[in-house]
Structures are given as C-alpha cells and as structure tokens.
C-alpha cells in the first residue's frame, strides 16, 4: 500500500446549479519517498488533486487513500489530526504568518499538535533547509526563497507522509527555483515524504520520479522515466 493512493475519484464542483467536472476517474498510486510532478493547461485539476490528496475536500466518488485510510470516513477531529500530522502544504505565495519570525513559524504547527520541545525540533528543521542563520528573522526581512525554505520547514515540522507543494517554484527566479527544486528531492529521498508538486516549470519535471501528465480533468500519462518534452 503506498501512502497516497487514488482511486476513481471524481469530483464536481457545483456553482449556481452547475456542474463543473474537474477531476475525472483518477487512478494513482504513489510510493514513501517518492517524488511526482504534475503537469498540465490551466484548468486541468492540479490543485483540486491536491485538496483531496491533503483531506482539504472529498471526492464526489471513488476514494483517496491517505496511509491505508479513506479520508472521507474520518471524523472531525480525526480531519484536524491528519491534515495537522501527515500532511504538509506548500504554496506559490508561501504563506507565512508575517507577525511570527521564521522560528515560530515552523514551531506553531508542533505547538498545535502538542509536542514536547518545539523549540527544538523547529531549529532542526530550519537547520535542514540551511536557514538556522536566520530563525530570528520576520518574514518581510527575507527573501522569496528564504521564504519559501522557512515554509518547507514549517510543512516538514510533524513529519508528515505527504508534502504537496502547489507551484512551489512560481514566484522565484529560476536559480532560486533549482534551490528549491533541489531541496524537495532531498527530502523525498532523505526522509521518505511523498513529495507531489503541482508545476508549470519544465525544469522542475526534471528533478521528479514521476511526471503525471494531466489534461482535462483526467490523467494523460503517468511515468517514472518518460522523456521530457
Ligand atoms: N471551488 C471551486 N468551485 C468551482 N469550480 C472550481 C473550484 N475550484 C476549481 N474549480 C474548477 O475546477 C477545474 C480545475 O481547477 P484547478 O484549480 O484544480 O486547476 P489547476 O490545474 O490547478 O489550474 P492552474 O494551473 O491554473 O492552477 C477548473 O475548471 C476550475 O474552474
Ligand atoms: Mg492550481
């Protein structure tokens, strides 16, 4: 059983009495530690995938498999734990809180989950993303990079089985782009999350495991090896 594991999931969106089709019959599997790129026109699905892979919203049909549980017989409190514990979430715009410094950021997901020495767990995580120079730092005195490490360290803080990355890449130059790139392959290999970013950079595809092609609401191809076009 591979920690994320789709299967016929459809899902509709309604909006003023009409249906919008935006996932179609998705079949996946993905592996621990396994990095995945998903690709594919505006409109396509990406970020809906994501939503679902990361309990934020439930299929219209079939089921998504989030470490051996169906995500959509889970309880309220049961939803808080998982979405607090095994998932990770990383944005285009990164979203960090801007009245708490970079240290904080990545503790209050430990606080929230109440764990014993969140000071220093959330140095070491900030150590992994090689940005414990700057724990002390509010978000508006760091760069979009540094930014953007600080939120992979705040998504990594409980050790999550999955981390989805919406367009991690989006907002940065392309060397800062292979920085950030480059991180979330090590971290896929190194600590065995599932990575899954959604993505329109070619370069980023390079890096992945799997390059899931997406068009329509429906999976076009998916593979661990495919040439790059
Ligand atoms: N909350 C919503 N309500 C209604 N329709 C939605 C909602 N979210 C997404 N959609 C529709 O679902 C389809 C898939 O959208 P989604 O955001 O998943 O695409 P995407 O591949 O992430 O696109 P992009 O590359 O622009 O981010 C689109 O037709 C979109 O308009
Ligand atoms: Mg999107």
């Given at each position: 059983m591979g920690t994320l594991r789709l299967e016929h999931v459809s899902k509709e969106y309604v909006t003023e009495g009409i249906s919008v089709p935006a996932l179609r019959d998705i079949n996946l599997e993905f592996q621990a530690g396994e990095y995945v790129a998903l690709v594919g026109r505006?409109?396509?699905?990406k970020s809906t995938l994501l939503n679902l892979a990361g309990a934020m919203d439930f299929p219209t049909s079939g089921i998504v498999w989030l470490d051996g549980v169906s995500?959509?017989?889970?309880n309220d409190a049961a939803l808080t734990r998982v979405r607090r514990e095994k998932v990770g979430f990383i944005f285009q715009s990164f979203q960090?809180?801007?009245?708490?410094?970079a240290i904080e950021n990545v503790e209050l997901p430990l606080m929230l989950a109440g764990r014993a020495r969140s000071r220093e767990t959330a140095k070491e995580r900030l150590r992994w993303v090689e940005m414990e120079a700057y724990e002390?730092?509010?978000?508006?005195?760091?760069s979009g990079g540094q930014m953007q490490r600080v939120a992979i360290a705040r998504a990594l803080a409980n050790s999550p089985s999955i981390l989805l990355a919406d367009?991690?890449?989006?907002?940065?130059d392309s060397a800062t782009s292979e920085v950030i790139l480059a991180l979330l392959s090590r971290i896929a290999e190194d600590t065995g999350t599932t990575v899954l970013m959604a993505t329109h950079s070619l370069e980023a595809t390079g890096k992945a495991d799997t390059v899931v092609r997406m068009q329509d609401g429906r999976v076009e191809s998916a593979c661990s090896s495919c040439p790059i076009v």
């Open positions: 505006s409109g396509c699905g995500t959509s017989t889970l960090l809180l801007p009245t708490l410094s002390d730092r509010m978000p508006y005195q760091l367009e991690p890449t989006g907002n940065l």
